[in-house]
């Protein structure tokens, strides 16, 4: 695509996600979530982004494997309109969750939105690591099983019904899905950025000094954060009773 196009493209997605939140608000809302409306609608929408450029992260690369050999340069259409519509989502979530959320409990989401929003959009202007961008949406299959767990506590379902009052219990869709939640975070999050800074330190020679830079400065962020985000979910979900922890996430 030219760079017409993908400017097309990423404001293309950023109205349709923004279309597609609008319309959660008409949908039936689960009586826990009404206290909570615009987190439920926000969760709707990013569960709806991760499904899909998760999928399409993993049919780019089953369809053109040798994107894995060259991270610099290779890129198809396919994968070009795969970052501009991500690029489109990370700029209505993150326009949404600083209008609606106070700093104090947005600043470490609008840190990791602004951060993939500037190294997306180098790839998708430039046409250049486009393959490096679509390796890194392989998080965003994790990103369901986290947006799932989010949406079981928004609607008051993570214990068994009855249990609440005494010893309470995980309901099995909620058990289910926090070890699935585990397991994917291990995979496709943290091995997938250690791929990544393994690729970036061994190719460092090939990169502008300010495409280093910016690499390196993402993926020690988002790693960070990744740390912080395991540790809170082996916390809230296998370190601490049911009954009393809370929705981290």
């Known amino acids: 695509m030219d760079l017409r196009s993908t400017v097309l493209v990423v404001g293309g997605s950023l ?123 392989l998080i965003e299959i994790h990103s369901v099983f986290l947006h799932i767990r989010m949406l079981l506590l928004l609607s008051g379902r993570r214990n068994r019904p009855g249990t609440e009052a005494t010893a309470a219990r995980p309901s099995v869709a909620y058990n289910l899905t926090r070890w699935l939640n585990m397991g994917t975070l291990l995979v496709f999050r943290v091995c997938t950025m250690g791929w990544m800074t393994r690729w970036l330190a061994s190719h460092f020679d090939l990169l502008p000094r300010f495409v280093l830079m910016m690499g390196t400065v993402g993926t020690s962020l988002i790693s960070m954060m990744n740390v912080v985000l395991f540790y809170r979910l082996l916390r809230a979900d296998f370190l601490t009773n049911t009954h009393n922890s809370n929705s981290n996430h």
């Open 15 to 137: 109205c349709s996600f923004k279309l597609l939140n609008t319309l959660v608000r008409f949908l039936p809302t689960l009586e826990p979530a009404c206290k909570k409306q615009w987190k439920w609608r926000n969760t709707w929408t990013s569960l709806a982004h991760s499904a899909l450029t998760g999928a399409w992260a993993v049919l780019c690369l089953h369809r053109q494997p040798q994107m894995l050999e060259d991270l610099i340069t290779s890129h198809s259409l396919l994968s070009h309109s795969l970052v501009a519509v991500s690029t489109g989502y990370f700029i209505h979530d993150f326009l949404d969750v600083g209008l609606n959320q106070p700093l104090k409990q947005s600043w470490e989401l609008l840190v990791h939105h602004g951060t993939v929003i500037s190294c997306f959009s180098l790839a998708v202007t430039s046409r250049l690591y486009v393959s490096l961008a679509v390796v890194s949406l």
